[in-house]
């Protein structure tokens, strides 16, 4: 493994933490402050299969296996 290679962190989310219509936003609350960058929607739902990525950090958040997304009030 190259020294220069990070482990992407891995986010699953459940429908209840979701911030909006199927997204989530990075940093999320429990990243520690000195790790901050600008904030970011990452839609979890189109990208249900493969998670959506930070294009900052990298960290991948998904969807909880057999977590349903309700659509419309």
Known sequence: M?????????????????????????PNPKMPL?????????DVVTAAAEGGRCPYCGTVYKLKAGEKVG???
């Open 2 to 26: 190259s020294t220069t290679a990070q482990a992407q962190a891995l986010v699953e989310v459940t429908a209840h933490e979701l911030q909006g219509p199927g997204v989530v936003f990075c």
């Open 34 to 42: 000195w790790s901050n960058h600008p904030r970011v929607y990452i």
């Open 71 to 73: 659509h419309g009030h």
